[in-house]
T-cell receptor, first 113, second 115 residues
Framework: RKEVEQDPGPFNVPEGATVAFNCTYSNSASQSFFWYRQDCRKEPKLLMSVYSSGNEDGRFTAQLNRASQYISLLIRDSKLSDSATYLCVVRNAGGTSYGKLTFGQGTILTVHP | GAGVSQSPRYKVAKRGQDVALRCDPISGHVSLFWYQQALGQGPEFLTYFQNEAQLDKSGLPSDRFFAERPEGSVSTLKIQRTQQEDSAVYLC?????????????FGPGTRLTVT
């Protein structure tokens, strides 16, 4: 079983739609959680960190449920420019992990006019 | 300021050739990571450097893969006797330090195709 699992999609939504992505992780020692965005043939870029209390950045809301080991990302009022692959990422601190990132497979989002 | 740079951006190698991929991290960044991203997958950790010390190489898939960072800045990932399964994008990332609060910044990657 992969350490971080995501539905690969693809998700095809019209502009203005609300779309939600989910992710589960298996290592209960995971300490930090992120969503990264990766455009086609580009490098991953940090979209937002995810906190247990939930956090919002404009149209994007991220949520973490430690008990269920579940992370979510909600995008409201989708724009054409939101089309990308969204990567769920966990980071383990301490021990020999040295903060390496563990990525999910990624969820492909296409927003159409 | 300048971000992480990698060269070459694209590399085509015949099976059995050796390749060397270069990463120039952000100046002053202590931590440097290499990741491998196969088509349709998320990046997977290969190895980690703190300054010039390679502290974790648990992700290197075989002994054909070797990485170094001799002066604690530029790093090179070398793959000997390349195989078709080595075809992937190789991403380098650097951060100010290894603590969680420091973001990892990724370079544009080197796309390796082994024919």
């Amino acid at each position: 079983r992969k350490e971080v699992e995501q539905d690969p999609g693809p998700f095809n939504v019209p502009e203005g739609a609300t779309v939600a992505f989910n992710c589960t992780y298996s290592n209960s020692a995971s300490q930090s959680f992120f969503w990264y965005r990766q455009d086609c043939r580009k490098e991953p870029k940090l979209l937002m960190s995810v906190y247990s209390s939930g956090n919002e950045d404009g149209r994007f809301t991220a949520q973490l449920n430690r008990a269920s080991q579940y992370i979510s990302l909600l995008i409201r009022d989708s724009k054409l420019s939101d089309s990308a692959t969204y990567l769920c990422v966990v980071r383990n601190a301490g021990g020999t992990s040295y903060g390496k990132l563990t990525f999910g497979q990624g969820t492909i989002l296409t927003v159409h006019p | 300021g300048a971000g992480v740079s990698q060269s070459p951006r694209y590399k085509v190698a015949k099976r059995g050739q050796d390749v060397a991929l270069r990463c120039d991290p952000i100046s002053g960044h202590v931590s440097l990571f290499w990741y491998q991203q196969a088509l349709g997958q998320g990046p997977e950790f290969l190895t980690y450097f703190q300054n010039e010390a390679q502290l974790d190489k648990s992700g290197l898939p075989s002994d054909r893969f070797f990485a170094e960072r001799p002066e604690g800045s530029v790093s090179t990932l070398k793959i000997q006797r390349t195989q078709q399964e080595d075809s992937a994008v190789y991403l380098c990332a650097s951060s100010l330090a290894s603590q969680v609060k420091y973001e990892q910044y990724f370079g544009p990657g080197t796309r390796l195709t082994v024919t």
